[in-house]
């Protein structure tokens, strides 16, 4: 039995991870279409490990004017 639950919390893991690196690469991709991607960009992608600001940051990515923008805190939400 403990087998099992630790073969179903490795996949588990390995899901948001596979999550995870989906959100990451689709972020880059859509800041370097848009000229914004850059090495400190990358770095702080890469070092992201929340799926929420991931997602956050590629919306914003789709229509952000300058890097600052993607990574800037949603209006009425403090900066993590």
Same mark, same amino acid.
């Given at each position: 039995? @403990? #087998?099992?639950?630790? !073969? /179903?919390?490795?996949?588990?893991?390995?899901? /948001?991870?596979? #999550?995870?690196? @989906?959100?990451?690469? =689709?972020?880059?991709?859509? &800041?370097?279409? #848009?000229?914004? $991607?850059?090495? &400190?960009?990358? /770095?702080?992608? =890469?070092? /992201?490990?929340?799926?929420?600001?991931?997602? @956050?940051?590629? !919306? !914003?990515?789709?229509? $952000?004017?300058?890097? =600052?923008?993607?990574? $800037?805190?949603?209006?009425?939400?403090?900066?993590?």
């Amino acid at each position: 039995e @403990g #087998r099992e639950e630790g !073969r /179903e919390e490795g996949r588990e893991e390995g899901r /948001e991870e596979g #999550r995870l690196a @989906g959100l990451r690469a =689709s972020l880059l991709a859509v &800041m370097d279409a #848009r000229g914004l $991607a850059g090495p &400190m960009a990358a /770095e702080r992608i =890469s070092g /992201e490990a929340e799926a929420a600001t991931l997602e @956050g940051w590629l !919306r !914003r990515a789709v229509t $952000a004017k300058t890097t =600052s923008e993607v990574f $800037a805190a949603p209006r009425g939400r403090a900066k993590r």
